[in-house]
């Protein structure tokens, strides 16, 4: 880390207490599984482990102006400093932050009492004991994600070497709510896939004609329940067994046509089986599907088998 040496133990003493947070707020971020926890968790280590007097995290609103953010987090003596007068918290934009926003670089305000971008809440930062703050924007590449802020009970500049561990920590935060908005995503992505699967399979369990699943190599890994009730063989002993051995068609000649047909299908992804009356179609995943000649429906994957049956 570059800067000037700290000259006074006081300085030292800040030094020591900033890394300590950056430590700590790093293993709140391995450890975060949602976005409040995680902002919570990041404002009470800047207090608590870092000293100062006050810290909060604002969060762009989604479809909202990005030179105003909303409350999120918070910890330290500012109690009803962000917004006394409304139960909910409401957008806050304007001096520092703005400014923040808007340069994508901190802000430091060394003495707020003579600060005009405080604006109204100057004297109320005052009365709590907040004589400097430093803001910091949460950015995503282009976008705002809102901004982290922390407060000091004395006045003056800020170390070079405070300033370069905070905006670390900064980016640290920015970088731990994009993991968890990816997270979010997948997670949601898995269950509509699995909500998609269990009404698949609810649909094929019910299905009056016998159904099957065959794999690239000709084997059965799902047959519905009214396959048992057709057949003489328990669904569970047909997965992994090929659909060749299955006398799942009584006449010779229209069983070596469905074989001669399947062995088409499973060799190239261009080619379907088409039965006069009950064409194949295509499902929305890329699935083929056919219908034999006695009712029975097969379904196989999109990939071309390498070893059709025998």
């Known amino acids: ?33 949602d976005v409040p926890t995680l902002l919570n ?9 870092g000293g100062y ?15 105003e953010v909303v409350p999120t987090a918070e910890a330290g003596s500012g109690a009803a400093y962000l917004d006394p007068s409304t139960p909910a918290p409401s957008p806050i934009g304007g001096g520092t932050i703005a400014e923040a926003l808007a340069t994508r670089t901190p802000v ?24 400097s703050s430093i803001v910091f924007p949460l950015l995503d590449g282009d976008r705002r994600l809102g901004i982290y802020k922390v407060y000091r009970g004395t006045p003056g500049p800020v170390e070079e070497q405070e300033l370069q561990i905070l905006t670390e920590l900064a980016g640290d ?24 699967a269990r009404l698949h399979r609810t649909l094929l369990d019910n299905l009056p004609d016998l159904v099957f699943r065959i794999e690239l190599d000709a084997t ?6 009214s396959v048992e009730r057709a057949l003489p063989v328990p669904t569970a ?9 299955l006398e799942v068609c009584a006449n010779p000649a229209e069983r070596e046509r469905l074989m001669t047909s ?44 390498a070893s059709p049956p025998t």
């Open 1 to 33: 880390m570059r800067g000037a040496v700290p000259s006074t133990g006081g300085e030292l003493a800040r030094l020591n207490r900033a890394l300590r947070m950056l430590s700590d707020a790093n293993q709140a971020l391995i450890r975060a599984s």
């Open 41 to 49: 968790e990041i404002c009470r280590i800047s207090v608590e482990v």
């Open 53 to 67: 007097a006050f810290a909060w995290i604002g969060m762009v609103p989604a479809g909202g102006p990005e030179d």
């Open 108 to 131: 430091v305000s060394p003495a707020i009492a003579d600060d005009p971008r405080f604006g109204p809440r100057r004297q109320a930062a005052q009365d709590r004991g907040f004589s």
């Open 173 to 196: 935060i920015a970088y731990g709510l994009r993991a968890l908005e990816t997270r979010r995503e997948r997670d949601r992505a898995h269950n509509e896939l699995r909500a998609a």
């Open 220 to 225: 059965v890994s799902y047959a519905s329940p």
């Open 237 to 245: 002993e047909l997965r992994g067994r090929s659909i060749s051995e």
């Open 262 to 305: 399947l062995r088409e299908v499973l060799a190239g992804p261009q080619r379907l089986a088409r039965w006069p009356g009950s064409p194949p179609g295509r499902g929305r995943d890329g699935s083929r599907s056919g219908t034999w000649p006695n009712g029975t429906t097969w379904a196989k994957s999109p990939a071309p088998c």
